[in-house]
């Protein structure tokens, strides 16, 4: 599996507040959405940039696209509301031909959930480079070697 922008993964995401606590993995796998990948280095890995999608609505101040149901059911997702957050974000390296560490099986099948539909893509990549530009967004860089 190769990443792509929109893809949506299971991931131990890791929040800033975890982290800034000396946590050094996510409390739980999960589904989490690929906003950007960069172009192939020498060696061919990228640079991926990954946002959670929860349960928890956003709060004041937190930005988020919520995830329609009928989509949520396409990617085999639960029936409950949910959202990806698109203030927060974790940054890592993927590999050429490896699953990076922290990716795990979405289900016995598949790697991934699916593809996040090309408008919602663009809404959460516009938001995450939103927060980049007004400097709120928070970074947790996941590569094991930084």
């Given at each position: 599996?190769?990443?792509?922008?929109?893809?949506?993964?299971?991931?131990?995401f890791l929040w800033r507040?975890?982290?800034?606590?000396?946590?050094?993995?996510?409390?739980?796998?999960?589904?989490?959405?690929?906003?950007?990948?960069?172009?192939?280095?020498?060696?061919?890995?990228?640079?991926?940039?990954?946002?959670?999608?929860?349960?928890?609505?956003?709060?004041?101040?937190?930005s988020a696209v919520e995830?329609?149901?009928?989509?949520?059911r396409h990617l085999n997702?639960?029936?409950?509301?949910?959202?990806?957050?698109?203030?927060?974000?974790?940054?890592?390296?993927?590999?050429?031909?490896?699953?990076?560490?922290?990716?795990?099986?979405?289900?016995?099948?598949?790697?991934?959930?699916?593809?996040?539909?090309?408008?919602?893509?663009?809404?959460?990549?516009?938001?995450?480079?939103?927060?980049?530009?007004?400097?709120?967004?928070?970074?947790?860089?996941?590569?094991?070697?930084?």
């Amino acid at each position: 599996m190769e990443p792509k922008a929109g893809l949506v993964i299971r991931y131990d995401f890791l929040w800033r507040e975890s982290q800034a606590s000396g946590t050094e993995h996510g409390s739980k796998d999960r589904p989490s959405a690929v906003v950007m990948v960069t172009h192939a280095n020498e060696d061919g890995s990228r640079r991926v940039v990954v946002c959670p999608i929860t349960h928890a609505p956003p709060t004041t101040g937190q930005s988020a696209v919520e995830i329609p149901a009928k989509l949520a059911r396409h990617l085999n997702l639960d029936d409950q509301k949910m959202w990806i957050k698109t203030d927060t974000v974790n940054l890592l390296t993927w590999e050429t031909g490896k699953i990076p560490f922290g990716v795990t099986p979405a289900s016995n099948l598949a790697w991934a959930f699916g593809q996040l539909p090309k408008q919602i893509g663009d809404k959460v990549f516009a938001q995450v480079l939103a927060n980049s530009r007004s400097h709120t967004l928070q970074q947790v860089n996941r590569d094991l070697s930084e």
